[in-house]
Antibody
Framework: EVHLLESGGDLVQPGGSLRLSCVGS????????MAWVRQAPGKAPEWVSF????????YYTDAVRGRFTTSRDNSKNTLFLQMDSLRVEDTAIYYC???????????????WGQGTRVTVSS | DIVLTQSPPTVSLSPGERATLSCRAS??????LNWYQQKVGQPPRLLIF???NRAPDIPARFSGSGSGTDFTLTISSLEPEDFAVYYC????????FGGGTVVEIK
């Protein structure tokens, strides 16, 4: 069964940076597109970014474009989210998710990790 | 951008009862509608994709229907483990989620 493990969440001040990681196991990581989805306390999930299997052409929601960078290292089965210029409104649990149908048909989040908590506060 | 509106926000039911959850899109989205279940302290789990297709290992008591702008998730007979929050989501390149419906024990 697909297993995803996120890490890197922390308490950070506004304007700070964090780098999240997501390690995938028990499936062929390099074959599938991946996404980051976040969920603020008491709110619905919100898609953040996705990247195709090869790591090219990451795509971002408007709220994070220019501040966040998604990348992946398929040799290490790892997805990354570099988060810069963090804002209070970025506070959320960040999940990584597998997109088994790829990116061309739009986003379907088939498998999710347990998430890592990011808190942006002074 | 397309907006998804779920109703009701909360529904109170007893085990064994039927649950009917609604998701309305602000414009025609054909059949590109997914449903997720989220229990407290857990990530969302994909239940239904493309309106009516159950994801792997999802029990047959979960079913989806609809097209265009109006979609329904039905749980035919609620089990204790089904009390959770349910979200709809549009399968698109800018994929919105609905606001969720809480299915709580009456």
């Amino acid at each position: 069964e697909v297993h995803l493990l996120e890490s890197g969440g922390d308490l950070v001040q506004p304007g700070g940076s964090l780098r999240l990681s997501c390690v995938g196991s028990k499936y062929t990581f390099s074959s599938f597109a991946m996404a980051w989805v976040r969920q603020a306390p008491g709110k619905a999930p919100e898609w953040v970014s996705f990247v195709e299997s090869g790591g090219l052409y990451p795509y971002y929601t408007d709220a994070v474009r220019g501040r966040f960078t998604t990348s992946r290292d398929n040799s290490k089965n790892t997805l990354f989210l570099q988060m810069d210029s963090l804002r209070v409104e970025d506070t959320a649990i960040y999940y990584c998710a597998v997109m088994t149908r790829g990116v061309s048909v739009g986003c379907q989040f088939d498998y999710w990790g347990q998430g890592t908590r990011v808190t942006v506060s002074s | 951008d397309i907006v998804l509106t779920q109703s009701p926000p909360t529904v109170s039911l007893s085990p064994g009862e039927r649950a009917t959850l609604s998701c309305r899109a602000s414009q025609n989205v054909a059949s590109t509608l997914n449903w997720y279940q989220q229990k407290v302290g857990q990530p969302p789990r994909l239940l239904i994709f493309d309106t009516s297709n159950r994801a792997p290992d999802i029990p047959a008591r979960f079913s989806g229907s609809g097209s265009g702008t109006d979609f329904t998730l039905t749980i035919s007979s609620l089990e204790p483990e089904d009390f959770a929050v349910y979200y709809c989501q549009l399968r698109s390149h800018r994929p919105p989620f609905g606001g969720g419906t809480v299915v709580e024990i009456k």
